[in-house]
Antibody, heavy 120, light 110 residues
Framework: EVQLLESGGGLVQPGGSLRLSCAASGFTFSSYAMSWVRQAPGKGLEWVATVSGSGGSTSYADSVKGRFSFSRDNSKNTLYLQMNSLRVEDTAAYYC?????????????WGQGTMVTVSS | QSALTLPRSVSGSPGQSVTISCTGTSSDVGGYNYVSWYQQHPGKAPKLMIYDVSKRPSGVPDRFSGSKSGNTASLTISGLRAEDEADYYCCSYAGTYTFLFGGGTKLTVL
């Protein structure tokens, strides 16, 4: 069974930093691209970033480019989202997603999310 | 990176059919057969209902179907049931390894 367990969320002041982690199990981790998708309270889904299976290629939404950094450690089956220069508008539940968010092949999976609150 | 356009809300009575349209551009929905649909109940993670425009993951009832014409993708739910009441999102590949979601549609089963 695929399991994705996010951690690292919490309360941070504007301009601060936070690192999210996602521990994956139940599938061949290095064979899949992985993504982060966020959802602000009462709002819709927003793609944040995607990393290739090898970790050699990443892509980011314009809203986080230059501030967020997405990496993976295939030896630990773990993802990391380093979030710097956080803004109030980054407040959201952050979901770890197996595969690209459009889920071609139908084998994607989502974690339960970790909440990030940016507030003074 | 503009969000895909979805109606804010749709509604239908049990047993009826509803269709939710997701409008993009030739750079996203119209340019690729990489459109998916998610269902999200309050407080829950999204659940994949349709991928690659019209394919259903195992376990998703065949009451859910997807299609695409030009820059618009559609999700049709037939034989509406109370448990179908949820928020629905479309997602599309938008080229150069970027992805877009629609703003979400609230489905109310009357």
């Amino acid at each position: 069974e695929v399991q994705l367990l996010e951690s690292g969320g919490g309360l941070v002041q504007p301009g601060g930093s936070l690192r999210l982690s996602c521990a994956a199990s139940g599938f061949t981790f290095s064979s899949y691209a992985m993504s982060w998708v966020r959802q602000a309270p009462g709002k819709g889904l927003e793609w944040v970033a995607t990393v290739s299976g090898s970790g050699g290629s990443t892509s980011y939404a314009d809203s986080v480019k230059g501030r967020f950094s997405f990496s993976r450690d295939n030896s630990k089956n773990t993802l990391y989202l380093q979030m710097n220069s956080l803004r109030v508008e980054d407040t959201a539940a952050y979901y770890c997603v197996k595969d690209r968010p459009y889920c071609s092949g139908g084998t994607c999976a989502w974690g339960q999310g970790t909440m990030v609150t940016v507030s003074s | 990176q503009s969000a895909l356009t979805l109606p804010r809300s749709v509604s239908g009575s049990p047993g009826q059919s509803v269709t939710i349209s997701c409008t993009g551009t030739s750079s996203d929905v119209g340019g690729y057969n990489y459109v998916s649909w998610y269902q999200q109940h309050p407080g829950k993670a999204p659940k994949l209902m349709i991928y690659d425009v019209s394919k259903r993951p195992s376990g998703v009832p065949d009451r859910f179907s997807g299609s695409k014409s030009g820059n618009t993708a559609s999700l049709t739910i037939s034989g509406l049931r109370a448990e179908d009441e949820a928020d629905y999102y479309c997602c599309s590949y938008a080229g150069t390894y970027t992805f877009l979601f629609g703003g979400g549609t609230k489905l109310t089963v009357l």
